[in-house]
T-cell receptor, first 109, second 116 residues
Framework: GQNIDQPTEMTATEGAIVQINCTYQ??????LFWYQQHAGEAPTFLSY????GLEEKGRFSSFLSRSKGYSYLLLKELQMKDSASYLC??????????FGTGTRLLVSP | ETGVTQSPTHLIKTRGQQVTLRCSSQ?????VSWYQQALGQGPQFIFQ???????GRGNFPPRFSGLQFPNYSSELNVNALELDDSALYLC???????????????FGPGTRLTVT
């Protein structure tokens, strides 16, 4: 089966740091993706991890532990525009992505 | 801006009708995937096309079908629409062929389908 779990909603304050966790159990693994999706818009690619460890890209970092089936997305220096849904997705082969239900992040002033 | 376009933006159909949604990928992107995203959910994989051939399918009935054309455009067709088909339909294209490990899919803005 395919199962991806992430929190439904998180809140944080502008300027703070937030970590969004994702655990997965899938029948295949070709990498883990994080996407950002603003309401009514398409998902936009944030990060891709295929090996264990931390990938840093500006204010965003993503971590993967394949043995634990675990990833997190770290957002630093939060801005109001970071209010969005964050989707964790696993590539299971042939570019088929299995998505979690998404974490809605609300950033307040 | 991903270079992937979809049409129409919004669509309202009646239960039992048929609908065709369109996607135009970037030049050279031979792989296109279609996803259905219900409100408050993550996208669900419908199927994928590579060089005009279906190359994988999710848990969707046969009334969901597709086509891919040599000019990097593709279609998603849904017959006998049901109320539960109301969702955002996303296409995503990729330069990498299926089966390669390092890839990135570019999503279009989606088509919002409402079935009444």
């Amino acid at each position: 089966g395919q199962n991806i779990d992430q929190p439904t909603e998180m809140t944080a304050t502008e300027g703070a740091i937030v970590q969004i966790n994702c655990t997965y159990q899938t029948s295949g693994f070709n990498g883990l993706f994080w996407y950002q999706q603003h309401a009514g818009e398409a998902p936009t690619f944030l990060s891709y991890n295929v090996l264990d460890g931390l990938e840093e890209k500006g204010r965003f970092s993503s971590f993967l532990s394949r043995s634990k089936g675990y990833s997190y997305l770290l957002l630093k220096e939060l801005q109001m525009k970071d209010s969005a849904s964050y989707l964790c997705a696993v590539g299971t082969g042939f570019q088929k992505l299995v998505f979690g239900t998404g974490t809605r992040l609300l950033v307040s002033p | 801006e991903t270079g992937v376009t979809q049409s129409p933006t919004h669509l309202i159909k009646t239960r039992g009708q048929q609908v065709t949604l369109r996607c135009s990928s970037q030049s050279g992107h031979n792989t296109v995937s279609w996803y259905q995203q219900a409100l408050g959910q993550g996208p669900q994989f419908i199927f994928q096309y590579y060089r005009e051939e279906e190359n994988g399918r999710g848990n969707f009935p046969p009334r969901f079908s597709g086509l891919q054309f040599p000019n990097y455009s593709s279609e998603l067709n849904v017959n006998a629409l049901e109320l539960d088909d109301s969702a955002l339909y996303l296409c995503a294209s990729s330069l990498a062929p299926p089966g390669t490990r390092d890839y990135e899919q570019y999503f279009g803005p989606g088509t919002r389908l409402t079935v009444t």
